[in-house]
């Protein structure tokens, strides 16, 4: 077997030597991942403590996510002018035909059969067919028509640096775009870089200066035709404003000059319709000073490096929105005055011959979200006492679990309730009662059925009968089941209103709902879940089961 000299050499070292050298070959690794890891233990921290910066909120770091390295500019770009290595494609008919690819040679040549060399290097791509046919017509007077267009643009390599993530040399195509090549160094570094001071450089002298905000939000991108060699450079980051609340566009903003006006910086934020008022939060100095604005008085404000702006929407409540349904003959939308009550709305109610108008019901979203919170609270109280019950024994020990787990599931189904907000209208004070934007007044039917639901055998709706009791509708519709208790049955007038004295008088329209027999080992948890079914029942008008 024939072993290589280098191998031969490596082996003949002594086994100290060699075990010296592997010794400070790890030595030096480990010196350079530490150099590594301090090095970007400095930048995260420098990116942590850059005051007011969101290194994830820069407007322009949405630019880079690999988009523009993909796809090469295979487009027709008028302003490309030809150069050393391009390809173009020819194509002659007439007397004389021919359909070829002529590379452009070191001279800035191609060579056209039966007419020879024609200089094409610098001639922009717009023109490139009406030059190769006049110089076509030195040779071919007439009977020779022709057709050029460039195939494929200089191979170049362009070396990006400056604050970007991954600097170093990329290959590309001459025609390609700045953003190409700043995507495949992985984009500006957003913690440090700047959007707005890009620059490219031949042989140390600036071609092209690029403002990537011109681009975001005006469309603009200056394009430039890079040669081998050519330089992207990404300054660092200058000027920075942060910009949130009534904006379409919630950034941190970079700006090239020490001061821009607060006009120009809501044209880049963008603020929606309904906004009124700026605050802004001053980042320079060592006191902090904050300033509040309308935005119709705020000619001549500047800002400053680190300011931090807020857009609000601060107006006040001129008119409510009322929604009317049911049993109602007029319009289903009403306005009113904010602050007004039942009394204004009553007025312009429009009931029909089924118009229950003596049960008028009243639903109220910030009553919804109360209910559900109330809900929430007796929920996370009954789950913790379940799992917080302690045992005496191994086997009160499992039940407790078993009991436990049964409760979660419980607690999951309940969680899962919406309820409808109803607020309880009473007669005697009815118009006096306040309106909310949002509210829904519902004018229920008139009805000659009584509804029996729960923990009855035939859930069912019965037809009402003068005299009959709670006892006599629940044994119609199949009586108690073996889970239900006789004691704890709910009714519920059409208002709302849940009736809560001893065999009351049942009216056409009533509900009664039999809720189900709690069986607990512990007291408290029987109370915690009867509490809640109570709570389902009257704010959702559901039975749970337990």
Do not use: C
């Amino acid at each position: 077997m024939r072993i290589s000299s280098q191998h031969a050499r490596t082996t003949a070292l002594p086994t100290s030597l060699a075990l010296l050298l592997g010794l400070a070959w790890l030595a030096s690794g480990a010196a350079a991942l530490a150099a590594t890891s301090v090095e970007n233990a400095a930048t995260a921290q420098a990116a942590t403590v850059y005051p007011g910066k969101a290194t994830s909120n820069m407007f322009g770091a949405q630019l880079f996510d690999g988009h523009f390295s993909q796809i090469q500019s295979s487009g027709f770009n008028p302003d490309y002018r030809i150069s050393l290595g391009d390809r173009i494609n020819l194509r002659l008919w007439g007397a004389f035909p021919y359909d070829g690819q002529l590379p452009v040679d070191p001279q800035g040549n191609i060579f056209i059969p039966n007419v020879g060399p024609v200089a094409v290097a610098g001639v922009r791509n717009a023109e490139l067919n009406s030059h190769i046919n006049q110089q076509l017509g030195k040779v071919y007077k007439s009977n020779v028509r022709m057709y050029a267009s460039l195939d494929t643009a200089q191979p170049v390599k362009v070396f990006v640096t400056g604050y970007v993530k991954q600097p170093g040399l990329y290959g590309g195509l001459a025609a390609d775009s700045p953003l190409s090549y700043l995507d495949k160094a992985g984009g500006v570094d957003s913690a440090r870089g700047s959007y707005v001071d890009i620059r490219i450089l031949r042989a140390g002298q600036l071609r092209l200066q690029i403002d990537l905000y011109r681009f975001l939000l005006d469309g603009q991108l200056d394009v430039t035709q890079f040669a081998d060699g050519d330089v992207i450079v990404v300054g660092p980051r200058q000027h920075t404003f942060a910009m949130r609340g009534e904006v379409y566009n919630a950034y941190d903003f970079e700006f090239p000059h020490p001061s821009i006006t607060l006009q120009q910086a809501l044209a880049m934020a963008r603020p929606k319709p309904g906004a009124t008022h700026v605050s802004i939060v001053r980042g320079q100095g060592s006191a902090r000073r904050s300033e509040y604005h309308a935005l119709a008085a705020i000619d001549g404000l500047q800002l400053e490096d680190g300011d931090q702006l807020t857009v609000t929407a601060d107006r006040y409540a001129g008119t409510i929105q009322i929604r009317v349904e049911g049993a109602h003959s007029g319009e289903h939308a009403i306005v009113l005055p904010y602050s007004a009550s039942m009394a204004d709305i009553l007025v312009q109610l429009r009931g029909n011959r089924m118009s229950q108008t003596s049960a008028l019901q009243l639903f109220r979203h910030s009553v919804a979200q109360r209910q559900k919170e109330m809900l929430d609270v007796a929920l996370n109280k009954l789950q913790e006492s379940a799992l917080s019950a302690r045992s005496a024994t191994k086997e009160e020990a499992d039940l407790r679990s078993k009991e436990a787990e049964l409760i979660s599931k419980f607690v999951e189904q309940a969680r899962k309730v919406t309820p409808k907000g109803q607020v309880i209208l009473n007669e005697e004070n009815l118009s006096s009662t306040l309106l909310e934007d949002g509210d829904i007044i519902r004018i229920p039917e008139k009805s000659s059925v009584v509804q029996v639901h729960g923990e009855v055998l035939f859930p069912n709706a019965l037809s009402w009968q003068h005299g009959l009791s709670a006892t006599d509708y629940i044994k119609r519709a199949g009586g108690f089941m073996q889970k239900s208790d006789d004691s704890r049955i709910v009714i519920m007038r059409q208002s709302g209103a849940v009736i809560t004295e001893r065999n009351p008088p049942i009216l056409a329209g009533d509900e009664i709902m039999v809720l189900p027999k709690i069986e607990a080992k512990n007291i408290e948890i029987t109370r915690g879940i009867t509490q809640i079914l109570y709570q389902i029942a009257v704010s959702a008008k559901v039975i749970f089961s337990f």
